[in-house]
């Protein structure tokens, strides 16, 4: 189910005790408050448990449903991709001119986690959002600069919330030769290249990690790996000096039968035999 709002702005508020929705996506942004109640947000088939304050990020193709327990209160900030590209001029001058609410709302990272503020960013959320439903009796709130300034703070404490979180939301991703740099330099380290360290060391979600590397270089992270490690250990195996021992202790493998059995997997003859074929 697809819901499409036409609107650039719309605010609901309003108290239930069942979802009046299936699950469902939209072709519009949304933030989503909760006032009051508590229950589960499934989103992108993860579970959030969620409670009075709480903050939720939904971007055009994310599929989301609330399974409420308590009754609860939500306050709906929904618009549309004209919304904002229609106020540039009050924030061209921003940070944001290089870190747009958009690219913000469609941030994968920040939908795995839940974002986790404290005092005073907790209060300044919940006044914000009360002064958002106070000024909605107004008309065309679309147009409004306050409303729109009042709507810009949230993604402020967004920010804030995810730097807490060490994820990066500045469409900074490393750059591909910073990322393979670090890949190369620790080759020989394997847990320092284990997807959930080199996701931490660049604040990029682990679950994140690898979709976002084949989208950089368009070959699997594991696959890279493995043909960067099997490419060095080649050239090892061309200096008779070096020891098949020394070799696997020095990629981390367990023993020279652990390395064996990765090199001939990759290579269908194992590194003994392609030193000899090398070398005659």
Known sequence: MKRIQFEQL??????????????????????????????????????????????????????HYFEINQSTHFTFIKFTDAYFSGHKIYYEADAFISLTPESIMRNKSLKEVKLKMDEPCTSILKNTIENIVAYNCRKDIARSSLMFYQILSIFGLIKEAAANLNIRIDNGQPEKEELISYIHHHICEPSLIQIKSIAAHFAISPTYFSDYFKNKFEVGYRKYLNDYRISIIEKRLFIPSISLSQIANEFGFTDESHLNKFFKTHKGIGPKAYRNKIMN
């Open 10 to 63: 719309v605010i609901h508020d309003f108290e239930e005790k069942a979802f009046h929705l299936p699950i469902h996506s939209h072709t519009y942004y949304e933030l989503v408050y909760i006032r009051k109640g508590n229950g589960i947000h499934l989103l992108n088939k993860t579970q959030h448990p969620y409670q009075k304050g709480d903050l939720f990020i939904i971007s055009p193709g994310d599929e």
